[in-house]
């Protein structure tokens, strides 16, 4: 299919009556069409999807028959449409956050040769991917490498027509979502590779430069308004001793970054000034017709380690000395000067920068040092772009020839390999170190080294971990998204559900992977640092996908562990149920974090849905109860199908499901009953009084022989009672009626007027109880006080106003 697809697509390829009957072939059933325009949805080929919702169908043609592989070549209907290409994966990072990268950036190149170049992906595997190439398609991987890196990956919008994001819709986005550091970092110097990459980030310290200077302006604005309080005679001592205190520190604050910026650009300066008179000397003295020839040796390499300190050019170090000295060494004053004599430069710049969130700009750390080094990395990326010397592309990490690893000397502290891929560097000239961009802890601990430090890398892994929006961080949780099965139609919906994802709630994705930020208080507490990482996750995914999705893919929690935390469908459908049902949220009123969901939640993950309504249920006043019992009937189908044909088995989870299945048979038993009290009653005596009365029955159920009698005492009637069939009890009633089918009572089932009910006897309890005591899954002591103890929670969660609710966040 997919290489039909993609031969169709490639318009040059197929004579016109040929394309026709192709397409009118991918229409042979309703199945096939479905399939088909999913396929061309992940070409970008709507005229396509257009053509199959309007071409006739042909319910005769078999399609599959017509296509041959001869030698790698493919033949349609006798044509040759186009040949079979395998490309083989480079290593992979060890370190997550690297590792994320790598894959991610695969799986976005992977999708611009779909899309751009109509390359369909065959087959994949963590060492090579197998393609179909539409006869005609260039065939150099390496220029395609290039043109992906240059028009997507370091773009700065990307290929919008194609949906395929460039640096504003994955960096920017991530710096404007995610707290990487919580006290901030420096400014990253880091290889650039293209325009766009230095523009964004020449616009990223921008907005750092004019938040710090519209702070500095504020800070002016209340020492003059502090001074004409201080000239007010009726002023307290204790005010003017605040005020002055007020004044003091906020002229510190402005003049530490002044004085910084005084002594950190005028020393970058100085420095070019001494470098460019030492050059100017060796190259007269090199001109000079005297000089031998181990002295012109000596002094050519002299000149050379000059040269590669050389960061800014002759003629920008004579202009900046006259703006430093005309702006009195004032960063403000400097920038402000120097943007209206060049406002061509700045002003796409500074619109760039109104792209960059106050999360964006917080990134950089607050440190006067850290402030400079933003003005001189503008000036760093300006002369880059001004010169066109921008640092290699990174290698490809697809090649058509495999990669051999290389040998190297022992141990892991020196600069002769990549501490991320393990590629090897030459130790003279690595000078890229890791950073919070590349590693989620750029300081390691290396095995053969005294201390921390930061490893070097190489050019490629700086780069490939620079522009990917996969950040491990305290505040973030990234998920892995797969088809939960082998259907093609599942497989295909992926990339939509993610696409609408990311556009809905503004998270980030990359490739199969996405980046949910974590919920947060108005104090800023991160939910999930107080949830737990993992139970954050399983809510957050419950909250945002919808029953379907849950069901039809598979969730992974990525961490620094070797192996990804799968989040269970069933657990994900229960947890979405409970929130819904009961009115749970993540965090209350903005306020505090649901700490009692987190609760909830690690009672499910040990499969114990009772004790999780149960901990819900005294701790709210609202609940819907058709919504709970719909997510009660999907969790069972859901554990169903995990276990598949195992139900009978010892393992853990079959346990666990035969006891679910038995607690809401005998729920629907016993619950009957505790409502007929309930209705006689009722009208006898006061609320509290029968609740009261209800709750002791309740309490009763770990005796079959004290429930009956209890239940029977003083009330002839209600040796019956019946449980009817509603909306919010369905799931309940089907397993009491199966359960009363297995004691041999098949006809309990009675209908009436539209209504319908189970009529059951105090005996039915009793035989009920009996037929689970005799079962081989209740006949330890333990097993038993199980079953009776989860069929009280589920009792009270049927009547949940019996449930004294908790008068703070600690009672239990």
């Known amino acids: 299919m997919k290489i039909l697809v993609s031969a169709v697509s490639c318009s040059q390829l197929l004579e016109r009556s040929a394309k026709n009957s192709l397409i009118i072939s991918l229409k042979s059933n309703s199945e096939i069409k479905v399939i088909a325009q999913s396929i061309a949805k992940n070409f970008s080929n709507s005229q396509l999807i257009r053509q199959l919702n309007i071409l006739p169908s042909n319910n005769n043609v078999d399609f599959l028959w017509n296509l041959h592989i001869k030698a790698n070549k493919i033949y349609f209907q006798n044509q040759e449409i186009g040949s079979l290409k395998i490309l083989f994966k480079s290593t992979l990072p060890g370190e997550l956050q690297a590792r994320l990268s790598t894959e991610s950036i695969i799986e976005r190149y992977l999708e611009y040769l779909q899309k751009v170049y109509k390359i369909a992906v065959l087959n994949e595997s963590d060492r090579h991917v197998e393609l179909f190439i539409p006869d005609g398609t260039i065939l150099d991987f390496e220029q395609l490498w290039r043109k992906f890196l240059q028009k997507v990956a370091f773009s700065d919008y990307g290929l919008p027509q194609y949906e395929l994001p460039g640096l504003m819709q994955t960096f920017v986005a991530m710096l404007n979502s995610i707290k990487l550091a919580e006290r901030g970092f420096n400014a990253p110097t880091l290889p650039i590779a293209t325009r766009g990459q230095a523009i964004i980030l020449c616009a990223w310290y921008y907005a750092v430069w004019q938040y710090t200077k519209e702070q500095y302006e504020n800070r002016c604005i209340n020492i003059k308004k502090w ?317 945002l996908f919808s029953v379907e999705v849950l069901q039809d893919f598979k969730f992974s929690l990525i961490t620094q562990a070797s192996e990804p935390i799968i989040l269970s469908n069933r657990h994900l459908i229960f947890v979405k149920g409970i929130m819904a049902g009961y009115g749970q949220s993540i965090i209350e009123s903005g306020k505090e974090i649901n700490l009692k969901l987190g609760d909830a939640i690690r009672h499910i ?155 059951l006897y105090i005996d039915d309890v009793t035989n009920a109880y009996a037929h689970f005591a005799d079962s081989d899954n209740y006949s330890q002591e333990k097993d038993w006080k199980e079953l009776t103890y989860q069929l009280k929670l589920s009792l009270y969660t049927r009547f949940p106003e019996l449930v004294r609710k908790s008068k703070n966040s600690g009672d239990n």
Request: charged share 30%; net charge positive.
């Open 227 to 543: 001074n004409l309080e201080l000239e007010k005679e009726t002023i307290a001592d204790k005010d003017r001793k605040k005020i002055l205190k007020d004044i003091k520190e906020a002229q510190e604050k402005s003049q530490k970054n002044i004085d910084k910026f005084a002594k950190k650009f005028g020393e970058v300066l100085a420095e070019h000034q001494d470098i460019y008179k030492k050059l100017e000397s060796i190259s007269s003295q090199l001109n000079s017709s005297e000089i031998d020839s181990k002295k012109s040796k000596k002094m050519k390499k002299e000149e050379q380690t000059l040269l590669s300190k050389v960061v800014f050019g002759e003629e920008f170090i004579i202009d900046k000395q006259k703006v430093f000295a005309d702006s009195q060494k004032d960063p403000f004053k400097f920038l402000e000067i120097d943007k209206n004599k060049n406002q061509e430069t700045f002003t796409s710049i500074a619109e760039l920068s109104k792209k960059f969130s106050k999360t964006a700009i917080d990134q950089i750390g607050k440190k006067s040092d850290y402030f400079v080094k933003c003005i001189i990395e503008i000036y760093r990326l300006l002369e880059i772009l001004k010169n066109n010397k921008f640092d290699p592309l990174p290698a490809p990490i697809l090649t058509e020839e495999i990669i051999p690893p290389r040998s190297r000397s022992p141990g892991d502290d020196h600069k002769e390999f990549c501490y991320a891929c393990g590629v090897g560097l030459d130790p003279k000239k690595a000078k890229w170190q890791v950073l919070r961009f590349m590693f989620e802890r750029p300081s390691q601990r290396r095995q053969s080294a005294s201390g921390e430090g930061r490893p070097h890398i190489c050019d490629s892994c700086a780069l490939l971990a620079f522009a990917s929006p996969l950040k491990v961080t305290d505040e973030s949780i990234i998920l892995k998204l797969e088809a939960a099965d082998n259907q093609i139609s599942t497989q295909l919906k992926l990339k939509d559900y993610l696409r609408m994802l990311t556009c809905k709630e503004m998270n980030l994705n990359a490739g199969k992977y996405i980046v949910l930020t974590s919920d947060k208080t108005k104090k800023g507490d991160a939910a999930s640092s107080k949830l737990g990482q993992v139970q954050y996750a399983i809510a957050k995914v419950a909250s």
């Open 605 to 759: 993950q040990k499969d114990m849905p009772y004790l999780a309504e149960y901990s819900i249920t005294k701790n709210v006043t609202y609940s819907d109860c058709f919504e709970l019992e719909k997510v009660r009937q999907l969790y069972w189908q859901t554990i169903q199908h995990d276990l598949g044909n195992n139900m009978t088995s010892n393992k853990r989870l079959a346990k666990r499901a035969r006891l679910y299945k038995d607690v809401a048979a005998l729920t629907g038993l016993t619950a009957a009953f505790v409502g007929s009290m309930e209705s006689s009653l009722k009208s006898k005596e006061k609320e509290e009084d029968y609740r009261r009365e209800m709750s002791k029955l309740i309490e009763k159920v770990d005796d079959p022989n004290f429930f009956g009698y209890y239940a029977t005492l003083g009330v002839e009637t209600i040796v019956q009672a019946r449980l009817w069939k509603n909306p919010d009890n369905y799931f309940i009633y089907q397993q009491t009626q199966e359960l009363l089918q297995t004691l041999g009572q098949s006809n309990r089932e009675q209908e009436k007027e539209g209504k319908t009910w189970l009529q």
